[in-house]
């Protein structure tokens, strides 16, 4: 489930992307989920903490992914600065 939830992430890169997926369940009530994505020129982190893991998984590749598309709207700006 964790991976087909990297490779959506994966799609917004032109190279291959290096990813870091750690699951683990402290106690019934705490399963923590983290990943950290790595590039050329970026690392993101991100990491959730749930009573589900299915649900930790979720919100943390959401928050991965919005980290994901500020940068690249950022890098696309600067981009458009330089050309313009």
Do not use: C, N, W
């Not at 990297?6 to 019934?28: C, M, N, Q, T, W």
């Not at 919100?59 to 709207?73: A, F, G, I």
């Amino acid at each position: 489930y964790a991976e087909e939830k990297a490779h959506k992430i994966g799609k917004y890169f032109d190279r291959p992307l290096e990813a870091h997926v750690v699951l683990s369940v402290d106690s019934r009530e705490r399963q923590v989920a983290e990943v950290t994505l790595q590039t050329r020129r970026l690392t993101i982190h991100g990491r959730e903490e749930t009573s589900d893991l299915y649900a930790a998984i979720d919100l943390v590749m959401d928050k991965v992914e919005q980290q994901v598309r500020k940068y690249k709207t950022k890098t696309r700006l600067q981009r458009r600065r330089v050309k313009g």
